[in-house]
């Protein structure tokens, strides 16, 4: 519209704008969509180039320097191990940071810098906290190179801040009028927290705490600086075995040059790891539309 | 607290006080992690910079932790991260300002109900998978068209660009959902179209709370490790301001990725190396803190004024 006339411009000045805002609107949708059909275009190539590697030897088999031997066992379980004891930490922390910030703190300066302090930490890079993991689990308190301890100890401090700030958000949305009424019966500060605000809570927290969780699971940069081994062959047998994770092998083969590694193996091993994702995800999602059908 | 505060401890005080405290020590955790953390990273850092003077580290331009002669120069590492966040920097603060746009103006209910998980889905994806599929679909993609080294910073910007999105989306959509619904019917009234709206009230509205997302987007830029490592290369290149096309197309390392490089090298003993993870560490620590600080600040500034 550039040619038109400043008076020509003037009496169309509805349909030219209308024009603009079209075409405004198709540029918004597309910006919206483009990141979405990427990520698609991107599962779908790995997808198709996991077909035919991924099967049950690749499951239950170690790793193997022949891409046609080699296997994601002692990853799976690793990344499994370490998630369950990464939620046997974060799951008591998490609910009881998030108790004490909104049934016992009032609104002073401590639980301000408290909350700023949280929002901050879940700022901090992850290979940061790699370094914390290094310097403190490994050095200072000696628990071992890489061993699934110091993994889920290291992962579950990064994603503490997510579990609490989730499950803050669950304990707030119990409505007040239950706590009076609690309080009303007789009953103590303590029972009032038990027996009514966490049972309503516990959904909203379950759900934070899984989702939490689907982010450790996937990281890896924690587990470089900790020196997990990136190709561990056996299954790990104690929490003080040396343990690799589905990302580190992952990271660990993209490396290799031969097609068959970059185009197969990896690829099921991605799948893999988005396939746990993806569930674990899902049992989030299941608990919270259960808790929003049974909610009033 | 406007109700009346009906709570007490009632006759077992002491429980409900070891509670109190039980409950408060988790919260202090998270302090006390924060102090780790700057303890740890300042433990080896101040020890790194007894053998290299801390002036050389932040004004050295050749970095070479392991190949002798050894040189700790953080400048090219800086320049390397700086050349990523640019990159990520261009592809989504565009994308999602203007997929917030579209969310919080143009999408019904509906739309909205598929479209806000499916963003989050892109921040969800595990980073190591997205250094992956830049390696191995994003760059031979690209390469038919560009003079690509098979390590390079383009795809992996444009990887970490696509995983940012969602971060800009969302909370610049928090910010335009803010805005009050009179100061757009107020324009609407004086005859204004959507785009107008959008553009010249919504967008100036919410600024601060944009400007807050970009910040906070361009600092997970910053930290972000995987992608960078497996795609951007192990090379560290000073910016050459005669040449930025080459800075895309090449190998570069960033901050993030050296650390890689040394914490998967065998590294068991206590030297400079080692010590310079903790430097680096601390940079990128100081960095990133300082920018979630200013979108913090940023952000509370706008909530006071609609709110």
């Known amino acids: ?296 | 607290m406007s109700q009346p505060d009906f709570s007490h401890d009632g006759a077992r005080t002491a429980r409900g006080t070891a509670f109190r405290y039980l409950f408060m020590l988790c919260a202090l955790l998270s302090i006390l992690t924060t102090v780790a953390i700057v303890a740890t990273l300042l433990v080896d850092a101040v020890d790194f910079f007894s053998d290299v003077s801390f002036v050389e580290f932040l004004t050295g331009t050749r970095w070479s932790p392991t190949n002798e002669p050894v040189s700790f120069g953080v400048l090219p590492l800086i320049s390397g991260t700086l050349v990523i966040t640019v990159g990520a920097a261009l592809v989504a603060l565009p994308i999602g300002l203007l997929t917030a746009i579209y969310l919080s103006e143009y999408a019904s209910e509906r739309q909205r109900s598929y479209l806000k998980p499916a963003l989050e889905v892109l921040a969800g994806v595990p980073t190591v998978v997205y250094g992956y599929f830049a390696l191995v679909y994003v760059t031979p993609a690209l390469d038919a068209f560009l003079p690509l080294s098979t390590f390079n910073a383009l795809s992996a910007s444009i990887m970490v660009g696509i995983m940012i999105i969602p971060m800009v989306s969302s909370i610049s959509e928090d910010a335009m959902s803010a805005v009050p619904d009179s100061l757009r019917q107020a324009s609407y009234g004086l005859g204004a179209t959507k785009f107008t709206v959008s553009t010249s009230v919504v967008v100036p509205a919410a600024l601060s709370g944009i400007f807050s997302s970009f910040i906070l987007a361009l600092s997970r830029a910053i930290g972000e490790t995987m992608i960078v490592a497996i795609a951007a290369g192990q090379t560290p290149r000073l910016i050459d301001v005669t040449d930025p096309a080459g800075l895309f197309l090449n190998s570069i390392q960033t901050m993030t990725a050296a650390m890689v490089q040394i914490g998967t090298g065998d590294l068991v003993g206590q030297g400079p190396a080692y010590k310079s993870l903790f430097a680096v560490g601390l940079t990128l620590f100081v960095i990133t803190f300082v920018m979630n600080l200013i979108s913090e600040f940023v952000a509370s500034r706008y909530r006071e004024v609609y709110r």
């Open chain 1, 1 to 296: 519209m550039a040619a038109d006339t400043s008076e020509a411009a003037d009496s169309e000045f509805g349909r030219v704008s209308r024009t603009k805002d079209t075409a405004f609107r198709l540029l918004a949708l597309a910006a919206t969509l483009v990141g979405i059909v990427s990520l698609a275009a991107l599962l779908a190539n790995v997808s198709v180039d996991a077909v035919g590697w991924l099967d049950w030897d690749f499951l239950t088999s170690p790793p193997h320097p022949d891409p046609y031997e080699a296997g994601f066992l002692p990853a799976l379980v690793g990344s499994i191990a370490i998630m369950l004891l990464i939620a046997l930490i974060t799951f008591p922390l998490g609910v009881g940071a998030a108790i004490y910030l909104e049934e016992y703190a009032g609104d002073g300066y401590l639980t301000k810098f408290i909350e700023l302090n949280i929002a901050n930490l879940a700022g901090v890079p992850s290979v940061v906290y790699g370094l914390l993991g290094l310097g403190l689990f490994v050095t200072l308190l000696d628990l071992g190179y890489g061993t699934i301890f110091v993994a889920a100890f290291t992962v579950a401090l990064l994603i503490l801040p997510i579990v609490i700030i989730s499950a803050q958000e669950a304990i707030r949305s119990v409505p007040d009028s239950q706590r009076q009424a609690s309080y009303g019966m007789g009953a103590t500060k303590w029972q009032t927290i038990r027996n009514v605000v966490l049972p309503r809570a516990m959904p909203g927290i379950m759900t934070g705490t899984i989702l939490a969780l689907g982010r450790a699971i996937g990281e890896t940069a924690p587990l470089i600086m900790i020196a997990a081994p990136t190709t561990v062959f056996g299954v790990p047998n104690s929490f003080l075995s040396k343990v690799s994770a589905m990302p580190l092998q992952i990271y660990n083969w993209s490396s290799y040059p031969e097609t068959e590694f970059q185009y197969g193996v990896v690829a099921a091993g991605v799948v893999t790891l988005l396939v746990v994702l993806l569930s674990i995800n899902s049992v989030a999602i299941l608990i919270r539309n259960r808790y929003q059908q049974d909610g009033s």
